[in-house]
């Protein structure tokens, strides 16, 4: 079936780069998705890449896509104690519906 | 005022209690959906509706129920609640040309 895997944690410290990753199995995803979660909020989209496309830029966050490994890869640039927030990546599957990944808890230390 | 409503924003409950999650949208969309996070287990679906006649089972849809009384609402229900229903609880809203989802605020959900 459909599933989208995220490794759990990752910890970075101010101003280095973060790169969140994530793997998928349905190769039928129209898009794919990064959502953002601060604490005791809901998720908020940060950004989506259509999977014709292998590469987004959008300011400091970068999105990768490998479609033959089915990768997805999110890249903040000069990581902020802001940005400290758990990551959902999702796909599309082909019922309408996204699947979410775990989320990864990032961690940004001054 | 915010787009996606979710009431109560907490409550806790007793086991064997029936409870309601209630869920509003002004964002006019056709689609909403149930979920619900747990630590470690990223947010599964329990339930949606893409529009008013519209219900179906999401992953994990036993012990809850829901009801869309309008395009604008959608609440969930569990019948008789028990321990490890004690979560996150998500509503969200999508319309039928984007898969882009808009979350509420989510409510957490105690049960004793």
């Known amino acids: 079936g459909e599933d989208v895997e995220q490794s759990l944690f990752l910890s970075v410290r101010e101003g280095d780069s973060s790169v969140i990753n994530c793997t998928y199995t349905d190769s039928s995803s129209t898009y794919l998705y990064w959502y953002k979660q601060e604490p005791g909020a809901g998720l908020q989209l940060l950004t989506y890449?259509?999977?014709?496309?292998d590469m987004k830029q959008d300011q400091r966050l970068t999105v990768l896509l490998n479609k033959k490994d089915k990768h997805l890869s999110l890249r903040i640039a000069d990581t902020q104690t802001g940005d400290s927030a758990i990551y959902f990546c999702?796909?599309?599957?082909?019922?309408?519906?996204?699947?979410f990944g775990q989320g990864t808890t990032l961690q940004v230390k001054p | 005022d915010a787009d996606v409503t979710q009431t109560p924003r907490n409550r806790i409950t007793k086991t064997g209690k029936r409870i309601m999650l209630e869920c509003s949208q002004t964002k006019g969309h056709d689609r909403m959906y149930w979920y619900r996070q747990d630590p470690g287990l990223g947010l599964q679906l329990i339930y949606y509706s893409f529009d008013v006649k519209d219900i179906n089972k999401g992953e994990i849809s036993d012990g809850y129920s829901v009801s869309r009384q309008a395009q604008a609402k959608f609440s969930l229900s569990l019948e008789s609640a028990i321990p490890n229903q004690t979560a996150l609880y998500f509503c969200?809203?999508?319309?039928?040309?984007?898969?882009?989802?808009?979350f509420g605020p989510g409510t957490r959900l105690t049960v004793t």
């Open positions: 999702a796909e599309t599957s082909n019922t309408g519906k996204l699947i």
């Open positions: 890449i259509f999977s014709n496309m």
């Open positions: 969200a809203t999508s319309d039928s040309k984007s898969y882009e989802q808009y």
